[in-house]
């Protein structure tokens, strides 16, 4: 099992930017995929970003492509989110999961307790 653990949101203005960064506890972490999905009030949770064990391979949701980037740094066992040209509809609680690589929910099996990022107009 890998322990998961959120931080960076905050509140910022649209267009403004965000760094998430996801830390990680688990000697196995280096060796699954990492996502960012995210839950606005009264949504599912979506699928935001995704990236491969060796952080060659990302996939994106349209909504955040070109505007939110994914990396990692294994030695680190953290895996970021930058996000830039924020807009209200990025308002949402974000969740970072660990798991095989896919784009769905069920692709991951730990998850983080979320941060808020809020995105005022």
């Known amino acids: 099992q890998i322990q998961l653990v959120e931080s960076g949101g905050g509140l910022v203005q649209a267009g403004g930017s965000l760094r998430l960064s996801c830390a990680a506890s688990?000697?196995?972490?280096?060796?699954?995929?990492v996502a960012w999905f995210r839950q606005a009030p009264g949504k599912e949770r979506e699928f935001v970003a995704t990236i491969s064990w060796g952080g060659r391979i990302t996939d994106y949701a349209d909504s955040v492509k070109d505007r939110f980037t994914i990396s990692r740094d294994n030695a680190k066992n953290t895996v970021y989110l930058q996000m830039n040209s924020l807009k209200p509809e990025d308002t949402a609680v974000y969740y970072c999961?660990?798991?095989?690589?896919?784009?769905?929910?069920?692709?991951?099996?730990?998850w983080g307790q979320g941060t808020q990022v809020t995105v005022s107009s």
């Open positions: 688990g000697r196995t972490f280096s060796s699954v995929a």
């Open positions: 999961a660990a798991g095989a690589y896919g784009i769905i929910r069920s692709d991951y099996t730990d």
